[in-house]
């Protein structure tokens, strides 16, 4: 089984109505991954580092606020290219899952990459997306967040909420709880294609729909 390297970030956000810097976009202003064995899951590597805003520093005071880092925290950040270097030391394309929850994780590293001009070292077919995995485990409608996520599983969670490295840490319990319970990334990635094909076909009906609803009007 490939391994699983667990990651979070905290990012910047912009969410006044005017004001927006031109070109603005989220930068990542905090890491923590947590890399676990695919056959024990037992961690093998670790990541916790602030890292500083290049393009927008003005704008991340609010969610800096939000993560509780403070500017001291923030002087011993490293640059955006050294946290990419960071995360390909412990990512080995194709033989690790790149697992987050939700799906803005890896939207912001991919994004940052672009901005910075340099690679991206995660693979697209290596992202789990956990949180959509376990909606399509528990055969729920809506997303469920990380904390009840952790609560309805019984999983013994640790440390801040929204801080980086714990965040990853109790993603990691989660889906160590997931796997105990029998489900697997193969699972995810079939219960995945079905979803996905499932939503394409809605679209394409919902077009049809339309097309001759607005054929009607006009007639």
């Known amino acids: 089984m490939k391994d699983f390297l667990l990651v979070d970030f905290e990012f910047t956000t912009y969410t006044k109505p005017v004001g927006r810097p031109r070109g603005f976009f989220s930068e990542i202003i905090e890491i923590g991954a947590v890399k676990l064995t695919g056959a024990e899951l037992k961690e093998d590597g670790k990541i916790q580092n602030f890292v500083k805003p290049h393009f927008y520093p003005k704008q991340a005071k609010d969610s800096m606020d939000f993560c509780m880092i403070t500017e001291k925290d923030m002087k011993k950040g490293i640059e955006y290219p050294e946290m990419v270097a960071k995360l390909a030391e412990i990512y080995e394309a194709g033989q690790t899952y790149f697992v987050a929850w939700g799906t803005e994780d890896y939207k912001v590293l991919n994004t940052g990459c672009e901005r910075h001009k ?15 995995a376990y909606k399509l485990w528990k055969g729920d ?3 469920t967040g990380l904390k009840r996520a952790t609560e309805e599983q019984e999983v013994d969670t640790a440390g801040l909420w929204h801080t980086a490295c714990d965040d990853a840490a109790n993603t990691g319990k989660l889906l160590v709880r997931m796997l105990e319970k029998g489900w697997t990334p ?3 990635f079939k219960q995945k294609a079905a979803y996905d094909a499932e939503k394409a076909e809605r679209r394409l009906y919902a077009g049809k729909f339309n097309n001759k609803n ?3 009007i006009r007639c």
Do not use: F, G
């Open 141 to 143: 409608e809506l997303t």
């Open 214 to 216: 607005n054929k009607r």
């Open 186 to 188: 193969e699972l995810y």
């Open 118 to 132: 340099i690679e991206n070292p995660v693979q697209y077919e290596d992202y789990l997306d956990l949180a959509e």
